[in-house]
């Protein structure tokens, strides 16, 4: 566990993406296995431990000190993993168990595979005994599944290709059929075998990701004729796959969301694989994202919420047509045979996002701007194709652009502040903030309209978290009330993506990817925005 350990607590303090990368390759490279495949599935995701709960590690450390003044630390700390690696109490005293060698990885992971769930705490407690504070923590974030590094899925799989100086899209093309702890992988990338077979029908195949457009310098280098234009739709990216009798559902990370959609697979009646957009969509029209949230993340979502929140797909791009794999075609090409491949297939659910005609930058950004189509003032923005690209996977220069729309801006005042994780566990790092309301009497009152805990700087952070603690009103556990009112209040410049109508929220809207833009330590609570300003955002796209 020690390399392991150590490996978590760099990461977390490592913020660049390149040392991230560094760190992962030389980890994959030094630890034997199956160490680094146990590491490496615990990074993406691919590891979790059934009989471990957050109650047994609760029990754990409430037989070893009072309840109370855990509950105390843990409110200071705000993590539970990190309160219990650095409070617990190893056993003293005659009865003290007999100092034990510290648990490998391997033993951590093959014990848990097997145990039964009365067993688990006593388990943890003697792996507790034996491990120091850095250890006790990256135990516990294994256990939970909430490492929180900042590694994504991705990050590991380049970690990967750099240990065995292949190309990302390799491993991602055998990725899903590889189990942990990946030991033919690993011996493919140390060069002690072939590399091993493609999974079986229904794999997973890279995504193609577009650059953020520029549009000083883009749409001045690049000529309009070039280019295709569709919408980019406020839904989640997928592959439908449809392969030797397979069908299967995967987000753009390659993770298998098949059985979050079941009646989106059930009507994959083609032979295929399709690039698109998943939406709920109900007699032909596009609902709101908050709509398809309904339906994200349910392992087994019941025949009403089915029923309520229809899921479909608009295509943007045809990778496998029968055996004919398409992706080195011109763009132009595979869109065409896209078109015909829908019109042939008749699936319910599933249409053609439509191409948008244009004949220069500035028509096609007054379209952006003003939408004319009902759906179209849904979408995020325009996404922009070289007519002559081919599907590369990764993130390539040039060929494909994402041309978003300006982010909607408000003022708002902090209501609330919780306590954030990780390095942030003792900063105040998350926001909640509100606008103003107005009574039937004229009396103007503050409702919360989001949260949000990016998009400032170290420095300003240190700034908020100090506000916090000086005007805090009342206390909630980690959260903190804090002073806004009309004379006083700290305001901050709200930059989201959408808004809708919500029934879940006191102020009847929700924001999507709301951020911090700016702190207004200038501007006086009293002007900062009314929910009747949100309205009628929501009634402009109406």
Do not use: C
């Not at 709509?291 to 045809?318: C, E, H, M, S, V």
């Amino acid at each position: 566990m020690r390399a392991f350990s150590r490996l978590l607590d760099r990461l977390a303090f490592t913020p660049a993406r390149n040392a991230k990368l560094t760190l992962l390759r030389d980890y994959l490279r030094q630890s034997p296995d199956p160490e680094r495949g146990w590491a490496l599935a615990a990074l993406t995701g691919a590891l979790g431990f059934d009989v471990a709960k957050p109650a047994a590690i609760r029990k754990a450390i409430e037989s070893r000190m009072d309840a109370q003044l855990f509950a105390l630390s843990y409110d200071y700390v705000g993590d539970l993993a990190e309160t219990v690696a650095l409070v617990w109490p190893k056993k003293t005293g005659t009865n003290a168990q007999a100092d034990r060698a510290e648990p490998q990885l391997s033993e951590v992971v093959d014990t848990l595979q097997s145990a039964l769930r009365h067993d688990v705490q006593r388990l943890l407690e003697d792996w507790l005994d034996a491990l120091d504070a850095d250890g006790r923590w990256a135990l516990l974030k294994l256990l939970t599944g909430g490492l929180r590094v900042g590694v994504s899925a991705r990050l590991a799989k380049q970690a990967l290709a750099a240990l065995g100086n292949v190309d990302v899209a390799e491993i991602e093309e055998i990725w899903h059929g590889q189990h942990p702890p990946y030991e033919d992988l690993f011996a493919w990338l140390d060069g002690r075998s072939g590399k091993p077979t493609r999974a079986a029908p229904g794999r997973f195949r890279p995504v193609m990701l577009a650059q953020a457009l520029d549009e000083t310098a883009d749409l001045a280098k690049y000529d309009a004729r070039d280019f295709a234009a569709e919408w980019k739709w406020d839904g989640i990216r997928i592959q439908a796959v449809s392969e030797g009798g397979v069908k299967r559902l995967f987000s753009r990370t390659g993770d298998e969301i098949s059985h979050s959609f079941p009646d989106v697979v059930a009507t994959l009646r083609f032979e295929g694989v399709i690039d698109g957009e998943l939406l709920v969509v109900r007699n032909g029209a596009i609902a709101p994202f908050a709509d398809l949230q309904q339906r994200l993340n349910r392992k087994t979502p019941d025949a009403k919420a089915i029923a309520k929140f229809p899921a479909g797909i608009r295509a943007y791009d045809l990778l496998l047509a029968g055996e004919t794999d398409l992706r080195t075609l011109p763009f132009r090409e595979r869109r065409a045979r896209l078109e015909s491949f829908v019109a042939r297939a008749k699936v319910p659910g599933l249409g053609l996002s439509p191409l948008i005609p244009f004949d220069s930058w500035p028509a096609l950004a007054a379209l952006r701007a003003n939408p004319r189509a009902a759906d179209a003032r849904l979408a995020e923005g325009l996404m922009l194709k070289r007519w002559d690209s081919m599907y590369e996977a990764g993130r390539p220069k040039g060929p494909w652009f994402k041309w978003k729309r300006d982010p909607h801006l408000i003022d708002a005042v902090v209501m609330y502040a919780q306590r954030g994780h990780g390095k942030r566990s003792s900063y105040y790092s998350d926001y909640t903030f509100g606008v103003w309301r107005e009574d039937a009497s004229g009396e103007r009152t503050l409702t919360p309209v989001g949260k949000a805990y990016f998009g400032f700087t170290d420095e300003e952070l240190k700034a908020l978290d100090k506000f916090v603690r000086d005007n805090t009103t009342e206390r909630f556990g980690p959260v903190r009330a804090v002073r806004a009112d009309r004379d006083f209040g700290l305001v901050l410049e709200i930059a989201f993506e959408g808004l809708q109508r919500s029934t879940r929220h006191k102020s009847g809207v929700a924001m999507r990817f709301p951020r911090i833009s700016r702190i207004r330590w200038d501007k006086p609570a009293r002007e900062a925005d009314e929910l009747a300003t949100l309205e009628r955002m929501l009634d402009a796209r109406s």
